[in-house]
């Protein structure tokens, strides 16, 4: 049998880390299972995520696109931050039990410091318009190489204490 997240920690503990996240980071935090689905939802750190993502089209061209590249990337088993094509970055930590990487840790809709958020290029790959884009972009948070290692740090240091 797969061991799973709640296998290690009561979901509690787990739902209290993705709220304490996205309150400090400003992600749109998140824990995942083995397989890369969300155990309790997202929770939101900027307004310009959640408008892509409750559009139809910006769902399916960048969420789920970007969704399936950090599932993989997650599989390779290490801390990892990639950018998706809205140009925002998702940080994450693979969780692992002998030597089984059974979830994930993280978030995303940070934006990489030598990075630009791109109206345009959003509006193409949705329905969310440039004005819209603009209107939602300011509380997305601006985070370098030190800041992305600094919450891996973080949230490897609070998995611990979790778990154990």
């Avoid at 140009?87 to 994930?104: F, Q, T, Y």
């Avoid at 972009?137 to 611990?160: F, H, L, N, T």
Wanted: aromatic share 6%.
């Amino acid at each position: 049998m797969t061991m799973t997240l709640t296998d290690l920690a009561p979901e509690e503990k787990w739902r209290a880390l993705q709220d304490e996240l996205q309150e400090r980071f400003g992600l749109n935090a998140d824990i995942e299972d083995g397989e890369g689905k969300r155990l309790f939802g997202t929770t939101w750190g900027n307004d310009l995520c959640r408008a892509i993502r409750d559009d139809e089209k910006g769902f399916s061209s960048i969420c789920v696109t970007a969704g399936q590249m950090f599932t993989h990337l997650l599989k390779q088993g290490e801390p990892f931050s990639e950018e998706c094509d809205a140009g925002m970055m998702r940080v994450a930590v693979p969780i692992k039990k002998d030597g089984e990487i059974i979830g994930s840790v993280g978030g995303c809709g940070l934006m990489p410091a030598d990075g630009e958020i791109d109206p345009f290029t959003i509006g193409m790959m949705s329905d969310v318009t440039e004005e819209t884009v603009e209107k939602r972009s300011p509380d997305v948070r601006v985070a370098d190489e030190d800041r992305v290692k600094e919450i891996q740090d973080y949230i490897q240091k609070r998995v611990d204490e979790i778990i154990g």
